[in-house]
């Protein structure tokens, strides 16, 4: 966990319960590989391609995503750094903005 965790984000983590899924998760004992040192305005795909990879062989990915824009439904705290469910902080702002999720660039 590097220190811009250590904000909202962290408090949300602290004050929701642990999901019984991420007992599951592919990405556990991977933080380095899931939260590269990338601009969370960073459009493109390759600075976050390590993190995707795990993600797309994740069995609780469907899970992980539904729970990450979760937490936009209840206003602050959002997991805004790092790669969860596949996708990047740059998605989901952009989700937050328009409940779409874009295409990331090459
Ligand atoms: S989908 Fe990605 S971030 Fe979510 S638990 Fe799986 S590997 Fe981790």
Redesign the pocket.
Known sequence: MNRRMLGNDALTLVFRPRPAW?AD???AGATEV?YPAVRESDRRRAPYQAALD??AA?P??AE??AEVLSYDDIGGGTIRHG????TTPWQRSVWRRTGQLPELEC
Do not use: I, T
């Open positions: 991420m998760a592919a990405c899931m795990v993600c994740c609780v990915r992980c995503l790669v969860w469910g596949g």
